[in-house]
């Protein structure tokens, strides 16, 4: 028996939303008595033995040409195998872009029990329960599994990291692979950059920005911040900012520490995206904006004048000119 | 090309988000449904523009849901598609109903399933992996782009931070999002063509329910926000420092 983490990587190393999901597995582990162990595929270039710190005791490894690109149907079926080995009874994964491909996919192949966007460890005696995120972060439902296996994929942002001492046994597990039926031709990153999902701080523009010509302070705020920048809708949809920056009920949904929105209103399906993040900063002209209602910290101001005074603020506080 | 769209229900997007029955049943009450806005505006949109493309493509639209699902498809129906089944069953248990769609798409043997990225109440974001995985077929997930090439399709997919173009061979499961197509609205010519395309109810097939909701809370409310004179921006950031601890 054991909890099984999907260690989730990209370019061959292991994504920071993966050793969330370690220090939740083997907290789980901890609670129903077992160990933690923990599956990657395809090509590595960190340390593994290192995951020990977040509770991991083992971890399989398959390396196969056919894993180096995410075919869901290929990896559901080397995860199932792993599974079967290690004799999982939860397998964990991170609610991210390469969650959401496979982790509902091998729930229907086990036939376990499966709730996306975990925000808490389950609980586990009696039953099995796990809240999860709904209505786009208005509200959490507890949902029971009623499964033998269960399987949780946990929101990025949402579980705290431990990093502690311990090192992982790494092997190599032998699968069987399928050939991939999807063929990866191209893969654009936006490069140098901070990806949103995974950014600790977000910089946020909107319509009160005028035109793409002004997002230069913006850029710098989140330079100054090491943060991702982003943008609401009718932004991305008047192409003044990409489309991979449109966050709310519609576009990505992002739980960072601070998101700083500025010249936003704050509209409810804007908020629907980015209410989980800790701190929430806005600056904004009305101070009718109902962005205010959400926010932690505020400046009724002209985003002129006051963006560029904070990026000043923060270079003093850092040490930095 | 016969594509099967998965269409589901959930509230308007400014819904009041409450729970009734100790907490266990969310208050319909006043609220308004819409198709959730995925299926809407990204699958079944660019499903009907590629019928525009090609004459010769077919698109059903599929629906697990009780009666009162049928304004919502009936919807669906005016904005373009050929066809509807209602599966009559009432469920928020993926695997359930996942498995009727997919009970749903055997009959049909359709060349693609389109489904959203999410609904929007219950995110399970699980649908298509499920499907894909009962019907054996590829799932790309998360799409923003999907073009057909003869009997493959290039789909642009979300990775974390970045995008990925990729082939596949048809059939496949794909999750649709942003980028793929723009929102359009109902015109009158298909509102009147919707009310006499076929909507056919079938009853659903025996299957597990693996989960269940057991109750549904809120998040506490947040303290109120606090007003940084715009004269002396330097005192946020020593808030966002000493006290928020979060720059
Ligand atoms: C079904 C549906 C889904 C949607 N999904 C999303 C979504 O995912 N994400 C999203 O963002 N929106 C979404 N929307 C749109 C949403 O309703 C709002 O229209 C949108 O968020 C408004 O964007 P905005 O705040 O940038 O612009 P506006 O509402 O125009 O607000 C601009 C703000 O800037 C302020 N301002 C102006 N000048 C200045 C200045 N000089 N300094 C400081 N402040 C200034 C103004 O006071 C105002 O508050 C959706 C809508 C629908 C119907
Ligand atoms: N009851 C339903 N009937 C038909 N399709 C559904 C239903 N529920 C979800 N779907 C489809 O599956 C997608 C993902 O839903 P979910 O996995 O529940 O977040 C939705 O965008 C729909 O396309």
């Known amino acids: 028996m054991s909890v099984l983490v999907y260690i989730d990587t990209a370019d061959g190393h292991v994504k920071k939303a993966s050793l969330e999901a370690m220090t939740y597995g083997s907290k789980i582990a901890e609670q129903i008595g077992t160990s933690a162990e923990a599956v990657v595929l395809g090509p590595v270039n960190d340390d593994l033995t290192s995951l020990g710190k977040y509770g991991i005791k083992k971890i399989y490894n398959v390396a196969n040409d056919s894993l180096n690109h995410l075919d869901a149907q290929v990896y559901t079926k080397v995860v199932a195998q792993v599974a079967d080995a290690a004799g999982a009874k939860v397998i964990v994964f991170s609610n991210n872009t390469n969650g959401k491909a496979i982790a509902p996919r091998l729930s229907a192949r086990l036939k376990a029990g499966f709730v996306s966007g975990a925000v808490a460890l389950p609980e586990t005696s009696p039953g099995f329960t796990v809240k999860k995120s709904v209505f786009s972060a208005k509200a959490f439902a507890n949902v029971s599994v009623n499964t033998d296996i269960k399987i949780i994929a946990l929101n990025p942002n949402a579980y705290q990291t431990i990093a502690t001492d311990g090192t992982a046994e790494v092997i190599s597990f032998n699968a069987n692979v399928d050939p991939p039926k999807v063929k990866v031709t191209n893969v654009t990153k936006a490069s140098g950059e901070v990806p949103l999902t995974e950014a600790e701080i977000v910089v946020s523009a909107g319509r009160g920005m005028k035109g793409p010509e002004n997002w230069g302070m913006v850029e710098e705020l989140a330079k100054t911040l090491h943060a991702a920048t982003a943008c609401s809708r009718p932004v991305a949809d008047a192409h003044w900012r990409p489309h991979n920056e449109h966050v709310g009920q519609t576009g990505i949904a992002i739980a960072p520490n601070l998101y700083i929105a500025i010249g936003i209103s704050g509209a409810i399906q804007h908020l629907a995206g980015v209410n989980r993040s800790k701190v929430i900063v806005v600056i904004n002209k009305d101070p009718e904006a109902p962005f205010f209602k959400a926010a932690d910290y505020g400046i009724v101001g002209d985003a002129f004048e006051v963006v560029p005074k904070f990026t000043e603020a923060i270079k003093k506080l850092k040490g930095v000119s | ?247």
């Open chain 2, 1 to 247: 090309m016969k594509i099967l769209v998965c269409i589901s229900k959930t509230p308007d997007t400014t819904a009041k988000i409450a729970f009734t029955d100790n907490n266990t049943k969310f208050d319909g009450n006043g609220v308004q449904w819409i198709i959730n806005p995925y299926d809407e505006w990204y699958s079944l949109v660019r499903a009907i523009e590629l019928k525009e493309a090609d004459a010769s493509v077919v698109i059903h639209l599929v629906t697990v849901g009780a009666a009162d699902a049928d304004p919502i498809i009936r919807k669906a129906l005016a904005l373009g598609g050929d066809e509807a089944i209602r599966v009559n069953a009432d469920s928020h248990d993926s695997y359930y109903v996942a498995s009727q769609i997919a009970e749903v798409a055997k009959q049909g043997s359709y060349d693609l399933v389109f489904t959203g990225k999410e609904t929007i109440d219950y995110n399970g974001s699980s649908i298509g992996g499920m499907l894909a995985e009962l019907l054996d077929l590829p799932y790309i997930a998360l799409a923003s782009k999907f073009e057909l090439a003869g009997t493959k399709a290039i789909v642009t997919r979300e990775i974390e931070g970045g995008e990925e173009t990729c082939e596949v061979a048809l059939p496949a499961v794909i999750s649709c999002q942003k980028g793929m197509a723009e929102a359009r609205i109902p015109n009158m010519r298909g509102i009147m063509a919707a009310r006499t395309k076929p909507l056919k109810v079938v009853e659903p097939v025996s299957a597990d329910s693996l989960t269940g909701i057991q109750s549904f809370s809120l998040p506490p409310a947040k303290a109120g926000v606090k007003l940084v004179d715009p004269e002396n921006v330097s005192e946020l950031v020593r808030l966002l420092h000493e006290e928020a601890k979060a720059i």
